[in-house]
């Protein structure tokens, strides 16, 4: 980490403001409301794994002009401090009897008209992360101001990754790429696989992550039940299908991609499955463009996974990433979200084996004007054997 | 890992439940909605790191009698298959028409009369994890039922933990206080202090840990500017005081607490801070008793840390802790939470020795009818120094 916490220059989360209050004008937004980590860091740069207690809300009021105001308990001030903003205001959270709620009021009140609009994220994909008790009492003390729906505001700004962003996801790709290539150091046959799943993570933090938010996998024959449990205790046996699926973090910027093992010698439907599941990722990495809409991913994915022998698995076959382990859109056959340049995605097809056996495969793009470059290093195109 | 998600016997789920309905039946909520990852793995054992993607909501329905009822998207439907749970409905989510909302409000309509209520926790310490607008939806489509607050339904529940629990929470307390034992291995004058995070997670996972949902720190001369920092890559130097403060977790259950380390030879100030420190959490172990109030153990420590010759800082000086980093109640002069036997607590301490710099200690507790019982061995009273 460098020794600010601001991880861009300031002009970065400038011209992220600007974005927002431009796209805040066109939906007549008066002021935004943000809530979430992925928003606040989004526009302050303040980043912390703090966010594990959910004991205190933190706001970020972004003014139809100007600079954003950070309404946050007093514990965070020394490192907002750090941050770009200058508009610090606290309160000694938690407080059971007025948890910031009056202080955001103020603040609110001071820069929203009195028939104004604030615009909050409501929509899909989007939480809020303050209790719902006060979140009324905030607007009912707010009102006739009202509040509105800006998960389009935020979704179509954070969306398009500034090529800092995108170097960022190619760097916490590559950690996890060095810690994939050594998974024959921790996996084998009789390796417990909860074992493997402690010394991967070790591995990634050995590579150059900050740390690891996100690691799933399986193991079984031939394949795996499912792709978001954590580990069992079983031992890995030849024949299985090991699979582990990341989302490893350096300076605020996830990764999210897999990688299959085939310990001991790899059955002829698993080095089917695989290079099914290669050659769909090639045939969409190859098609892929921006005009194309979320459900288009799906659709070419999905028909490449027939055209070479595997079963479509059901589900989204791929995702928006960046400050999140999944951002939207979601390649599925409802997803009417645009793909543009400068969108960083993950492609994720998955084949079904027979019942209750997967396989599945991942890679992460930024989408170019005239094609799709990959962030994470290729898969071998062949299931590779850990002997 | 057990081979099974359960983590427990089903019997310790039917009893949680069984107590959530009786706290139901006096607070004349007709079924709970939960949305959290603590409460749904709380009623279901159902735990996953896939929490981490903010894509998809997951619903747990308590009716007032029988069982609960999961509504949860598809993905995640051979998960909850082995838990104890056996009502369970799921759609293919993230769907942008209806990401679960109709499926949710008819599973609610069966289960809660036309004049009834849905229990939802709404207060401090609470978030809605699920879109603000579906909510919405939800809401006006079981209309004329009522949303009503169940926050403390759920926390006086949750608060108190079971045998099972304090024996997870021990265990996790252990492999972390193993990791904080082998910190001179990685700590020391000239070592960066982001490398001192890495490995230190690295040694979490060693000793035992499942994952690292937190670290934080801070390091410098005699003490730190605050505890939620990531780690900047400024190396440590000779009379520098680390700290390390970690919540690693072990099927499920958290520990929460850290540990300060003289970097060389500690000065007199830093010595007496800590000892201060120690001191007062020692004479809050001895005084704490159930009957008190959340607010009486932060007039303890303060009065204590006075005493023992310190400047107490501000904050929060303790907290709960078991399914998630921190739980309520918060030791502040405001919170009136009355403490009861079988609450895991957390004794936080801080003092301020300069502007800009503090320390802090942290212990992890359960609270006994006549005792506060350790979970985290007890720190050393003197600061250590590695040399």
């Given at each position: 980490?460098p ?54 809300p933190w ?54 008209p ?12 989007t939480?809020?992360?303050?209790p ?27 969306e ?30 009789g390796?417990?696989?909860?074992a493997?799943?402690r ?22 024959p ?12 079983r ?9 582990l699926d ?44 921006p ?19 595997a ?26 979200t ?13 084949a079904?084996?027979r ?33």
């Amino acid at each position: 980490m460098p020794d600010t916490s601001l991880i861009f220059p300031a002009s970065e989360y400038q011209a992220r403001v600007r974005a927002l209050q431009d796209a805040m004008g066109h939906a007549g937004h008066d002021a935004l409301l943000l809530t979430s980590p992925a928003d606040v860091f989004y526009v302050t740069g303040f980043l912390t794994r703090f966010w594990e207690s959910p004991a205190r809300p933190w706001f970020i009021v972004v003014p139809a002009t100007g600079v954003p105001v950070a309404v946050i308990p007093a514990i965070g001030a020394e490192l907002m401090q750090r941050t770009w903003v200058t508009q610090i205001r606290t309160w000694d959270a938690p407080d059971p009897e007025d948890d910031g709620v009056s202080l955001l009021r103020d603040t609110l009140a001071t820069l929203v008209p009195e028939h104004g609009s604030v615009g909050l994220p409501m929509g899909l994909e989007t939480h809020l992360r303050m209790p719902l008790t006060d979140y009324e009492r905030l607007r009912d003390g707010l009102a006739p101001r009202r509040f509105a729906d800006a998960t389009e505001v935020v979704q179509r700004v954070r969306e398009i990754k500034s090529e800092a962003e995108v170097d960022r996801i190619r760097s916490t790709c590559a950690i996890a790429a060095r810690a994939f290539d050594r998974v024959p150091e921790i996996a084998g046959a009789g390796r417990p696989l909860d074992a493997v799943f402690r010394d991967f993570q070790a591995l990634l933090l050995g590579e150059g992550a900050d740390w690891v938010s996100y690691l799933a996998g399986g193991a079984g024959p031939e394949g795996y039940g499912d792709v978001i449990s954590p580990a069992p205790a079983r031992a890995l046996t030849q024949g299985d299908v090991l699979m582990l699926d990341t989302g490893a973090v350096r300076e605020g910027y996830f990764c999210d991609f897999d990688r299959n093992y085939a310990i001991g010698a790899a059955s002829d439907l698993a080095r089917r499955t695989h290079a099914a599941l290669w050659s769909a990722t090639e045939d969409c990495l190859q098609a892929l463009r921006p005009g194309m809409l979320a459900r288009d991913a799906h659709h070419i994915l999905t028909e490449a996974l027939v055209r070479h022998g595997a079963t479509p698995g059901g589900g989204r076959l791929g995702h928006g990433l960046g400050l999140t382990l999944t951002e939207w859109p979601s390649f599925t056959p409802k997803d009417n979200t645009p793909l543009r340049a400068g969108m960083v995605l993950t492609l994720e097809p998955g084949a079904i084996l027979r019942p209750g056996c997967i396989m599945v495969h991942e890679e992460n793009i930024v989408l170019r004007e005239s094609c799709a470059e990959l962030l994470s290093p290729r898969a071998p195109a062949e299931l590779p054997e850990i002997t």
